[in-house]
């Protein structure tokens, strides 16, 4: 600061969920992986599900840690003087969250952290991308170094690597074989991460009759071409001849449908043997690794030069039975919305629709309804990609403190946060909205209160669905009945409603809308459908 040097934005959480999660909902927007400071292993433990989940949605973070000291009579300066300097190192501060990384190191000496540095932005940014685990022991922090001494390691010798394009032989291959398709169909979960692969993926729908599934989704592309056909590919599967699976790591559930055993699979993806996963079995005669923009570009590129008028006249004629398909997909979604439900039990489909028509295309949601993120999906439109978005991992309570980082990366655009109840208490309310409030970032969240976890209760009913939990209806999934969840966010300033008359729904949520849109946060506290 003296010498009038550029230093890192600070951004004081308390709690380090929210921190991870917020450097990830920040490099989720912009692409630029964040730093994430905290204690020890304590700290590091607290953010263990976060890192599961960055791990999983493919985003760059690095944490950093601080190790205890191990000299303890002052034979340097940093030596253990508290209690817990002997309680808190273990024999692998790394481990407990070394499944979730692509890197981890332990600082040696200050002399080499900036290529410490280097390499770890270099990891985290190439693809596919990924957190980083850095940890310095308190004697080395304490080092004096001249920056003179320090060498630095400049971004275009020692950058990170992108994706690129495939062997043209195999784009060929995949070309050829959609000339002669009578039913293709392509599955995504997170090609919306470049906008690029989703208008390629549009396009190439468009031009080639090719329906187009979003599947267990992390990064949205836009909803809005004709041949998208939502979010389950099932009744397609056995009937598909050729199918293209472009950056998706769970197309569908095996345990539910039974593919065609005769498609030809190309897949096309930034990770395409996923091996961060012990098992991966899903279908590939044709596998392409790397940026999947580029290689739609190269398949749409030659598929155009190649197409006779005949393909084009076929292709076509798809077209307008998907675009049919479609309309009749959405028809249905309004139909589910019509139903408002009834006091106390308001219905999900009726709520989002109804924020769906407050919603400008650029504003994004954090979509962690769990059990009810399947009715949302269906009822808010989200034509840009980008702007809808699922944890990839399985950590429950990311989406307040995400939202806090997106809205971080662009205060411009309406931030909102759907979460259950369950997943609430989770995502540590109060230090989320101790941060909105200290740091001037207003987000909206929707409570979605059904007393209990209806994911607990429905995966027990899918493996016995006659058992004896259902006949005596208990699943151990209830929660409390009377939680005013407001008030958590009352503490910080925010402005809170609760709402459980279905007829009150509109004007709540334009209420809410219009203190975020000025400035403030706001908690709506809903009563849907009970558990």
Same mark, same amino acid.
């Given at each position: 600061?003296?010498?009038?040097?550029?230093?890192?934005?600070?951004?004081?959480?308390?709690?380090?969920?929210?921190?991870?999660?917020?450097?990830?909902?920040?490099? !989720?927007?912009?692409?630029?992986?964040?730093?994430?400071?905290?204690?020890?292993?304590?700290?590091?433990?607290?953010?263990?599900?976060?890192?599961?989940?960055?791990?999983?949605?493919?985003?760059?973070?690095?944490?950093?840690?601080?190790?205890?000291?191990?000299?303890?009579?002052?034979?340097?300066?940093?030596?253990?003087?508290?209690?817990?300097?002997?309680?808190?190192?273990? !024999?692998?501060?790394? #481990?407990?969250?070394?499944?979730?990384?692509?890197?981890?190191?332990?600082?040696?000496?200050?002399?080499?952290?900036?290529?410490?540095?280097?390499?770890?932005?270099?990891?985290?940014?190439?693809?596919?991308?990924?957190?980083?685990?850095?940890?310095?022991?308190?004697?080395?922090?304490?080092?004096?170094? #001249?920056?003179?001494?320090?060498?630095?390691?400049?971004?275009?010798?020692?950058?990170?690597?992108?994706?690129?394009?495939?062997?043209?032989?195999?784009?060929?291959?995949?070309?050829?074989?959609?000339?002669?398709?009578?039913?293709?169909?392509?599955?995504?979960?997170?090609?919306?991460?470049?906008?690029?692969?989703?208008?390629?993926?549009?396009?190439?729908?468009?031009?080639?009759?090719?329906?187009?599934?979003?599947?267990?989704?992390?990064?949205?592309?836009?909803?809005?071409?004709?041949?998208?056909?939502?979010?389950?590919?099932?009744?397609?599967?056995?009937?598909?001849?050729?199918?293209?699976?472009?950056?998706?790591?769970?197309?569908?559930?095996?345990?539910?449908?039974?593919?065609?055993?005769?498609? !030809?699979?190309?897949?096309?993806?930034?990770?395409?043997?996923?091996?961060?996963?012990?098992?991966?079995?899903?279908?590939?005669?044709?596998?392409?690794?790397?940026?999947?923009?580029?290689?739609?570009?190269?398949?749409?590129?030659?598929?155009?030069?190649?197409?006779?008028?005949?393909?084009?006249?076929?292709?076509?004629?798809?077209?307008?039975?998907?675009?049919?398909?479609?309309?009749?997909?959405?028809?249905?979604?309004?139909?589910?919305?019509?139903?408002?439900?009834?006091?106390?039990?308001?219905?999900?489909?009726?709520?989002?629709?109804?924020?769906?028509?407050?919603?400008?295309?650029?504003?994004?949601?954090?979509?962690?309804?769990?059990?009810?993120?399947?009715?949302?999906?269906?009822?808010?439109?989200?034509?840009?990609?980008?702007?809808?978005?699922?944890?990839?991992?399985?950590?429950?309570?990311?989406?307040?403190?995400?939202?806090?980082?997106?809205?971080?990366?662009?205060?411009?655009?309406?931030?909102?946060?759907?979460?259950?109840?369950?997943?609430?208490?989770?995502? #540590?309310?109060? #230090?989320?909205?101790?941060?909105?409030?200290?740091?001037?970032?207003?987000?909206?969240?929707?409570?979605?209160?059904?007393?209990?976890?209806?994911?607990?209760?429905?995966?027990?009913?899918?493996?016995?669905?006659?058992?004896?939990?259902?006949?005596?209806?208990?699943?151990?999934?209830?929660?409390?009945?009377?939680?005013?969840?407001?008030?958590?966010?009352?503490? !910080?300033?925010?402005?809170?409603?609760?709402?459980?008359?279905?007829?009150?729904?509109?004007?709540?949520?334009?209420?809410?809308?219009?203190?975020?849109?000025?400035?403030?946060?706001?908690?709506?506290?809903?009563?849907?459908?009970?558990?």
């Amino acid at each position: 600061r003296k010498r009038g040097d550029a230093l890192p934005t600070i951004i004081t959480c308390p709690h380090e969920n929210t921190a991870a999660h917020m450097a990830a909902g920040y490099a !989720f927007v912009t692409g630029r992986g964040q730093g994430v400071l905290v204690h020890v292993d304590v700290g590091t433990a607290n953010t263990a599900t976060a890192m599961h989940n960055i791990f999983r949605s493919r985003l760059p973070v690095l944490l950093m840690a601080g190790k205890a000291p191990y000299t303890t009579g002052n034979e340097l300066v940093g030596s253990r003087d508290t209690y817990v300097h002997f309680v808190q190192e273990p !024999f692998d501060q790394a #481990s407990l969250v070394r499944p979730y990384l692509k890197w981890e190191w332990t600082l040696p000496s200050g002399i080499v952290v900036k290529e410490a540095l280097r390499r770890a932005h270099s990891i985290m940014q190439s693809e596919p991308q990924g957190p980083v685990y850095l940890m310095m022991q308190r004697e080395t922090l304490t080092q004096p170094w #001249s920056v003179d001494d320090v060498r630095r390691f400049d971004a275009e010798q020692h950058g990170a690597t992108t994706g690129g394009g495939a062997d043209p032989k195999l784009v060929t291959q995949l070309v050829d074989r959609l000339l002669i398709a009578k039913s293709p169909i392509l599955i995504t979960g997170y090609a919306g991460r470049n906008p690029r692969a989703s208008e390629l993926i549009t396009e190439l729908a468009e031009f080639a009759g090719i329906g187009v599934f979003e599947s267990n989704m992390t990064n949205n592309i836009s909803h809005d071409g004709p041949c998208f056909l939502g979010f389950a590919p099932d009744k397609h599967l056995p009937n598909a001849d050729v199918g293209l699976l472009v950056d998706v790591d769970v197309p569908w559930f095996p345990s539910d449908v039974e593919a065609n055993a005769s498609t !030809f699979w190309a897949h096309i993806d930034v990770d395409i043997l996923k091996p961060a996963s012990p098992m991966w079995t899903f279908p590939g005669n044709l596998r392409m690794q790397g940026s999947s923009a580029r290689i739609l570009e190269q398949v749409v590129e030659e598929l155009r030069a190649k197409a006779t008028p005949a393909f084009r006249q076929a292709a076509q004629a798809r077209v307008a039975r998907l675009t049919a398909e479609r309309d009749a997909r959405l028809d249905r979604a309004r139909k589910l919305a019509t139903d408002k439900g009834k006091p106390d039990e308001i219905n999900p489909h009726y709520l989002f629709a109804e924020l769906g028509k407050l919603l400008a295309p650029e504003d994004m949601v954090f979509n962690e309804g769990v059990r009810n993120a399947g009715a949302a999906l269906m009822q808010i439109n989200r034509p840009l990609p980008g702007t809808i978005m699922r944890a990839g991992g399985g950590g429950l309570g990311w989406s307040g403190a995400m939202a806090l980082g997106a809205k971080l990366a662009a205060p411009e655009r309406l931030m909102v946060q759907i979460v259950g109840d369950g997943s609430f208490y989770f995502g #540590s309310p109060c #230090s989320v909205f101790a941060v909105a409030q200290h740091h001037k970032l207003p987000i909206l969240a929707i409570v979605l209160d059904n007393s209990g976890w209806s994911a607990v209760k429905e995966s027990t009913l899918r493996v016995f669905p006659d058992g004896q939990a259902k006949s005596a209806n208990e699943f151990q999934a209830g929660l409390m009945p009377d939680v005013e969840f407001g008030k958590i966010g009352e503490a !910080f300033g925010a402005y809170a409603e609760k709402v459980s008359d279905p007829a009150g729904v509109p004007a709540a949520l334009a209420r809410c809308v219009k203190e975020v849109r000025g400035g403030r946060s706001a908690i709506l506290h809903a009563r849907v459908t009970p558990l």
